[in-house]
Nanobody, 120 residues
Framework: QVQLVESGGGLVQAGGSLRLSCAASGRTFSRYQMGWFRQAPGKEREFVAAIFWSGGSYADSVKGRFTISRDNAKNTVYLQMNSLKPEDTAVYYC???????????????WGQGTQVTVSS
């Protein structure tokens, strides 16, 4: 079992920045793909970014503004959010799924979420 705890959310003006953190338990953190999702009021939860070994993939809506990274020594994943817009306002969730060759991938574990509010 893996426990995920997000932090770093808060209130910020449009154009500002926030850095979210997701601290994970477990001895095999490096074998998990990590992702960030968000859910705005009245909308479905949507994919934001994901990372496995390095690099990262992003939703078109955040490309060029958000950066996902991980520090395996600290069992922590980050989401650096720059040039924030009011439409980025949402609860942001951290997710993890174990990557095993030959096994279909799915996100198995989810954090409780952290609120990000961007004012205009």
């Amino acid at each position: 079992q893996v426990q995920l705890v997000e932090s770093g959310g808060g209130l910020v003006q449009a154009g500002g920045s926030l850095r979210l953190s997701c601290a994970a338990s477990g001895r095999t953190f490096s074998r998990y793909q990590m992702g960030w999702f968000r859910q705005a009021p009245g909308k479905e939860r949507e994919f934001v970014a994901a990372i496995f070994w390095s690099g990262g993939s992003y939703a078109d809506s955040v490309k060029g503004r958000f950066t996902i990274s991980r520090d395996n020594a600290k069992n922590t994943v980050y989401l650096q959010m720059n040039s924030l817009k009011p439409e980025d306002t949402a609860v942001y969730y951290c997710a993890a799924g174990r990557v095993v060759p030959g096994r279909q991938f799915e996100y198995e574990y989810w954090g409780q979420g952290t609120q990000v509010t961007v004012s205009s």
